[in-house]
């Protein structure tokens, strides 16, 4: 079954060499991963997936001194039998948090050097249930995000004085606290905007 999916990058031939894991898990390795912004997966149309299944696509950035951590990028089905991702912006999971739910999907592995991308047939339910948990993720980055905003601010803002509280300290340098505050509110308009801008 492995023939039965496709990748494309951008400025590649067509790739449909999957190496089967097992009858439900498949990989194949990408090569010069650095200039990749997109990844589209599909179908090939050989064979439809088996009824009540949705191909779930999984991403491995390249990390000489780390093994594969796996990053939901989506899925795939029969009638969504192509999607289109980008993988740009994803950041390592290692660097993000040393809880990886995904690493297990398809076992430990040696370290890696070019990029990986997995697809794990499972049942439809599951795309639900991970969208879900992918979505309660970043809605706890951008909460974290907020909290550890406002804390700073609201720390560096107790100690601030006016000109006329200030006494000259050589060596000292100091910032007026309203470039801290537009500072944060332009941090937090792009968190808004997307909650992944900061992985750039």
């Not at 190496?19 to 200039?35: C, G, H, K, M, Q």
């Not at 794990?120 to 948990?133: F, G, V, Y």
Request: glycine fraction near 4%; charge should be negative.
């Amino acid at each position: 079954m492995s023939n039965v999916f496709g990748l494309i990058v951008s400025g590649r031939l067509v790739q449909t060499d999957f190496t089967p894991l097992s009858e439900t898990r498949y990989l194949i390795v990408i090569p010069e991963v650095d200039s990749i912004n997109h990844a589209v997966v599909f179908l090939t149309g050989l064979a439809p997936l088996p009824l009540g299944t949705a191909a779930m696509v999984y991403w491995s950035w390249p990390d000489p001194a780390a093994p594969p951590n796996w990053q939901l990028l989506g899925h795939i089905s029969n009638s969504k039998p192509s999607a289109i991702f980008k993988i740009s912006n994803l950041k390592k999971l290692h660097e993000l948090s040393d809880e990886n739910k995904f690493m297990s999907a398809f076992g430990q592995q040696k370290i890696c050097h070019d990029a990986q991308l997995g697809i794990s047939i499972e049942p439809e339910t599951n795309i639900q249930l991970l969208a879900s948990s992918v979505a309660d993720q970043a809605s706890d980055y951008v909460t974290f995000a907020q909290k550890m905003l406002d804390n700073l601010v609201n720390f560096v803002a107790s100690f601030s004085l006016t000109q006329e509280q200030m006494t000259p300290t050589p060596g000292i340098s100091y910032i007026p606290l309203n470039t801290l505050h537009t500072w944060y509110q332009n941090f937090e308009r792009r968190l808004q905007q997307n909650p992944n801008f900061w992985r750039n």
